[in-house]
């Protein structure tokens, strides 16, 4: 795999389109979790069980089937590669759960992988839908076409009283999980994230970042879902994430305008001194190359930055993980390997970039 | 510092989850991610997934037991006949094993659902096209039941009679459909 052949790739892919509030929202998704209704839930069932229900999957969701939602390729994790499996993992096509424990787990994904099926894992399947920007109105539409597909073929787990029955009982009802995950440097660097997020917990909402210390989670990039699957409609769940990630989304372009307004200069020098970092550095670990990539797309949101397009900041902020790296690589590398690797990868990808826009 | 989960190498990763305003820190080397599988911020395995971090923070445990003890039957002897999950079992992994575990532990489930679902116990969102093809018809029937009475009320009895009979072929209708969903 060459990085140019990487970059020609990812423009088919979902995550290189601008949806609505791009700048903030990187990407809206929505995961139904589905069980069939002759089979025992994957917290007890054998593998004989485990092979069945993948068999009827490939037979009912196979390619032969597919023509009501276009086509999906199905790829089963015993028959890949670790580092493929890795890679599916840090692309949020699958998850750490399915790709390391499941029993005969597979999954479904369509071309631009804004669809991906997992099989097997805590349910018998979930199904995956990922957009560009806030969205999740549209996901859901997605997700459901797909949801009302598989339940032509194959009978669910459904029940008038509970809804969709599931293995896990914070699952059961909907068995929607929508989430969004968002970029908010203002809120962080303005110390206004200590407060927005036990209020957003206060509404029954999850907030979760990624490997950071507290709430200035690395790359200050959090994701904000649903806690609750029962007794709200799927439409209800949606509509009050939105209305929530929209006030966020207020409150984050109002906090970089003041910082605009009050430390232009302070905020001026870390985004150039990031920029620097990234296309001078030798070895650069996963957290600061984290860090930079956040301070550089911020630069690009507001207007400092003009040669690089804000979808490779995107880009690296997938290329960078230990599995792309290795994949890039061509087979596993040491800690150390992979920080010289990324800091390697980083400065051809911004010579890239600016190629391009030369 | 050191990995808490091996207690041997350096920990390299770095997360903070935080849920219901709890901050959770977790600090892991490499290796041990790489076996827990938590590398970025989806759903982790085993210890790390979000939902048993949430059975944690909710305290769904001493719930269940609850639960138990305000039921009068030993619910901790009730087996799920087709998966032949025990009450018991069920409380210490906090997952069902079947669809039929639902109906198997029904007495004991509201208080556990409403802990976990703020309050509510039963599901008001989508009903699924095919299965629930009996489901629309019956709700449509309620409704048109409802309607033929306000009807009979207002002795419009000429268009009472034309529901009535819409109402006795939604009737059939179900019945078919009922047929139909038990050989799939
Ligand atoms: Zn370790
Ligand atoms: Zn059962």
Known sequence: MTLDHFAQNAKSSWWNEAGPDADIVRSSRIRLARNFRDFRFPTIYNKEEANKVMELVKEKLGKQNTDAVGNLDIFELEKLESLERQVLVEKHLISPNLAEDSLYGACLLSENEDISIMVNEEEHIRIQCMVSGLQLTEALDLANKYDDWVEQQIDYAYDEERGYLTSCPTNVGTGLRASVMMHLPGLVLTRQINQIIPAINQLGLVVRGIYGEGSSAVGNIFQISNQITLGKSERDIVEDLTSVVQQIIAQERSAREALVKTSHIQLEDRVYRSLGVLLNARIIESKEAATCISDVSLGIDLGYIKNIEKSVMNELMILTQPGFLQKYAGGPLQPYERDVRRASLIRERLDLAQIENS | ?184
């Open chain 2, 1 to 184: 510092m050191v990995c808490q989960e091996c207690n041997q190498r350096p920990a390299t990763l770095h997360f903070t989850k935080i849920i219901n305003g709890e901050k959770k820190e977790i600090h892991i080397c490499d290796k041990c991610a790489n076996e827990k599988g938590d590398l970025f911020m989806q759903n982790g395995s085993n210890g790390f997934s979000i939902n048993n971090l949430l059975a944690g923070l909710l305290n769904i445990e001493p719930f269940l037991q609850q639960a138990k003890a305000s039921t009068l039957t030993h619910v901790d002897e009730l087996k799920c006949k087709n998966c032949h999950l025990t009450f018991k079992e069920f409380v210490h992994v906090g997952k069902f094993g079947c669809a039929t575990c639902y109906e198997t532990f029904k007495d004991s489930l509201d208080p556990i659902l409403k802990r976990v679902h703020g309050g509510n116990t039963a599901h008001v969102g989508k009903i699924p096209e095919r299965l629930g093809e009996s489901i629309h018809l019956r709700k449509q029937i309620k409704d048109l039941k409802s309607e033929l009475r306000a009807l009979i009320d207002q002795e419009e009895f000429e268009q009472a009679a034309l529901m009535r009979d819409q109402i006795r072929s939604l009737e059939k209708e179900d019945i078919a459909a009922k047929e139909r969903g038990n050989q799939p």
